[in-house]
């Protein structure tokens, strides 16, 4: 979809459809409204006062104007509240409309002035939630249907109209920003989404690749002899029952001079998690193609850093590996040998992200990163506990802990703390092994975090346990069906705040 900006009547906008806002408990339209209302002969406030228009939260009103003026529609989009208004409900809300304008064949919309003039936040994030809204909200995944009679008519352009030409060209810098978030997002939804027959590790790899050159990215992918020969044993352990030749992929983004690590972001890529030995139920089990979404999100975010040209050095690291059963497979009971020389007993091979992620973490701290952020969907127990709402955060450095639920609540994806007491880490205690890939006991989630803090170090550094929230099984604000894209725009508002402060 084409989003620009421009200054001038809206009324005069020949358009399919002009999107007004109104807020819950008015009376009456506002005065960037009035012009629109008298246009329509007063339609507009006299259903405000029959309450048919009540401006309840994401409320889609579609009005005929019956060519009165240039635009087919008027559509008033309820916003709640005002006093409850945020950047997510704007996000959220236009990605409603947005929806439901593309179900009534609608190619092109204006958005008028009152959209972007809301309440006690800025015109510049307006405009960047309504654009992250509309291109997150209409996102579809159709790649694989071959019957095209159902395929959704699409809305083409989608122009903004504010008053004053003097804030064009800032709004069109809001505009950038938030096709980049939201594009990055949509790319790691598509990778999510496609089949673990077309995301096979080396698959991954090659997006990798694609996307490097396009965006000038240094590329470095480890086959599975170089892993071998940096001691990457936990990694190999969980792909040797695949006949799928694992990768790890190294993706280098160079904003400032100088070759410290300022992050490290490293992603879970289990491109298909089968459980193993320790085999999962088959209810459900071709969801577990989703299983590297915390590998595509970084390798998304990557994209989103280079085109915002952050001043910043960033090394993302994604260990992309099939997690199968076959007779060379790994079994529980035996011992592996991580990077760092640490050894693990394996008590379930269901527990395959945290040793995938504990050689990715050794590699991260070889290179002296200054932070590491890591994101996987690691454990079932993360989602029981906090839904799909939200995602699990752990960590051992509340500064970099902040700052992330920060970034996280600015994107509207909803960070929750989870807590690291040391008593959770006896869980992790193994008889015959350093440590073991899965505790007994209850608080899974946290003993999982627990084993990955021990390759993490002493190096700052946040993990994310995405399992709840990087799916969804049904249309919820800006997501629909399938995979979400999360934390893709909450890694860049991190990289761009901690960038802004340098």
Same mark, same amino acid.
């Not at 399992?467 to 893709?488: F, H, L, M, N």
């Given at each position: 979809?084409?989003?620009?900006?421009?200054?001038?009547?809206?009324?005069?906008?020949?358009?399919?459809?002009?999107?007004?806002?109104?807020?819950?408990?008015?009376?009456?339209?506002?005065?960037?409204?009035?012009?629109?209302?008298?246009?329509?002969?007063?339609?507009?406030?006299?259903?405000?006062?029959?309450?048919?228009?009540?401006?309840?939260?994401?409320?889609?009103?579609?009005?005929?104007?019956?060519?009165?003026?240039?635009?087919?529609?008027?559509?008033?989009?309820?916003?709640?509240?005002?006093?409850?208004?945020?950047?997510?409900?704007?996000?959220?809300?236009?990605?409603?409309?947005?929806?439901?304008?593309?179900?009534?064949?609608?190619?092109?919309?204006?958005?008028?002035?009152?959209?972007?003039?809301?309440?006690?936040?800025?015109?510049?994030?307006?405009?960047?939630?309504?654009?992250?809204?509309?291109?997150?909200?209409?996102?579809?995944?159709?790649?694989?249907?071959?019957?095209?009679?159902?395929?959704?008519?699409?809305?083409?352009?989608?122009?903004?109209?504010?008053?004053?030409?003097?804030?064009?060209?800032?709004?069109?810098?809001?505009?950038?920003?938030?096709?980049?978030?939201?594009?990055?997002?949509?790319?790691?939804?598509?990778?999510?989404?496609?089949?673990?027959?077309?995301?096979?590790?080396?698959?991954?790899?090659?997006?990798?690749?694609?996307?490097?050159?396009?965006?000038?990215?240094?590329?470095?992918?480890?086959?599975?002899?170089?892993?071998?020969?940096?001691?990457?044993?936990?990694?190999?352990?969980?792909?040797?029952?695949?006949?799928?030749?694992?990768?790890?992929?190294?993706?280098?983004?160079?904003?400032?001079?100088?070759?410290?690590?300022?992050?490290?972001?490293?992603?879970?890529?289990?491109?298909?998690?089968?459980?193993?030995?320790?085999?999962?139920?088959?209810?459900?089990?071709?969801?577990? !193609?989703?299983?590297?979404? =915390? +590998? &595509?999100?970084? @390798?998304? /975010?990557?994209?989103?850093? $280079?085109?915002?040209?952050?001043?910043?050095?960033?090394?993302?690291?994604?260990?992309?590996?099939?997690?199968?059963?076959?007779?060379?497979?790994?079994?529980?009971?035996?011992?592996?040998?991580?990077?760092?020389?640490?050894?693990?007993?394996?008590?379930?091979?269901?527990?395959?992200?945290?040793?995938?992620?504990?050689?990715?973490?050794?590699?991260?701290?070889?290179?002296?990163?200054?932070?590491?952020?890591?994101?996987?969907?690691?454990?079932?127990?993360?989602?029981?506990?906090?839904?799909?709402?939200?995602?699990?955060?752990?960590?051992?450095?509340?500064?970099?802990?902040?700052?992330?639920?920060?970034?996280?609540?600015?994107?509207?994806?909803?960070?929750?703390?989870?807590?690291?007491?040391?008593?959770?880490?006896?869980?992790?205690?193994?008889?015959?092994?350093?440590? !073991?890939?899965?505790?007994? =006991? +209850? &608080?899974?989630? @946290?003993? /999982?975090?627990?084993?990955? $803090?021990?390759?993490?170090?002493?190096?700052?550094?946040?993990?994310?346990?995405?399992?709840?929230?990087?799916?969804?099984?049904?249309?919820?604000?800006?997501?629909?069906?399938?995979?979400?894209?999360?934390?893709?725009?909450?890694?860049?508002?991190?990289?761009?705040?901690?960038?802004?402060?340098?």
């Amino acid at each position: 979809m084409n989003i620009d900006i421009m200054a001038g009547d809206i009324t005069q906008q020949k358009t399919d459809a002009i999107i007004i806002s109104f807020f819950e408990g008015k009376k009456a339209p506002d005065r960037d409204v009035v012009i629109i209302d008298k246009a329509l002969r007063g339609v507009i406030s006299r259903l405000i006062k029959n309450g048919q228009i009540n401006g309840k939260l994401d409320e889609v009103n579609i009005i005929h104007s019956l060519g009165e003026i240039s635009a087919d529609h008027v559509v008033v989009v309820g916003m709640g509240k005002k006093k409850e208004l945020t950047i997510d409900r704007i996000r959220g809300a236009f990605a409603v409309v947005c929806r439901q304008l593309r179900k009534q064949r609608v190619n092109n919309i204006a958005i008028a002035t009152n959209c972007v003039r809301t309440n006690h936040i800025s015109p510049t994030d307006s405009v960047q939630a309504m654009t992250e809204g509309a291109l997150l909200g209409l996102y579809s995944f159709r790649k694989h249907i071959t019957e095209k009679k159902d395929k959704p008519i699409e809305i083409k352009n989608m122009t903004i109209v504010i008053d004053n030409k003097a804030d064009v060209h800032r709004l069109e810098n809001s505009i950038g920003r938030g096709k980049i978030l939201a594009e990055a997002a949509i790319l790691a939804r598509d990778m999510v989404n496609e089949p673990a027959n077309y995301m096979t590790p080396t698959d991954m790899a090659e997006v990798a690749t694609r996307l490097a050159t396009e965006h000038n990215l240094e590329l470095t992918i480890l086959d599975e002899e170089e892993m071998r020969k940096l001691g990457m044993g936990a990694l190999l352990g969980v792909a040797q029952g695949s006949c799928q030749e694992p990768k790890f992929i190294i993706l280098d983004y160079k904003g400032r001079n100088g070759d410290e690590v300022d992050i490290s972001l490293v992603g879970k890529g289990i491109t298909f998690d089968s459980g193993g030995i320790s085999i999962k139920p088959s209810n459900k089990m071709e969801e577990m !193609k989703t299983d590297m979404a =915390g +590998g &595509a999100a970084i @390798i998304a /975010a990557m994209v989103a850093i $280079a085109r915002l040209n952050l001043k910043i050095n960033i090394t993302a690291i994604v260990p992309a590996v099939e997690n199968l059963p076959g007779g060379t497979a790994l079994k529980p009971g035996d011992v592996l040998v991580a990077m760092t020389g640490k050894t693990i007993e394996i008590i379930s091979t269901d527990a395959e992200g945290r040793l995938i992620l504990a050689d990715a973490l050794g590699y991260a701290n070889k290179l002296k990163a200054k932070r590491i952020i890591d994101v996987a969907t690691l454990t079932g127990a993360c989602q029981v506990a906090l839904g799909s709402v939200c995602t699990g955060v752990f960590g051992n450095n509340q500064q970099l802990l902040d700052a992330l639920i920060s970034a996280g609540n600015k994107a509207g994806e909803y960070m929750w703390q989870m807590p690291m007491y040391d008593e959770y880490k006896e869980q992790n205690e193994s008889d015959i092994a350093d440590i !073991k890939n899965a505790a007994r =006991g +209850g &608080a899974g989630a @946290i003993t /999982a975090a627990q084993f990955l $803090a021990e390759f993490a170090g002493s190096t700052p550094w946040v993990h994310l346990d995405i399992a709840g929230t990087s799916i969804v099984d049904k249309e919820r604000k800006y997501y629909t069906k399938g995979a979400t894209g999360v934390p893709v725009r909450t890694i860049v508002n991190l990289v761009m705040a901690i960038s802004s402060r340098r």
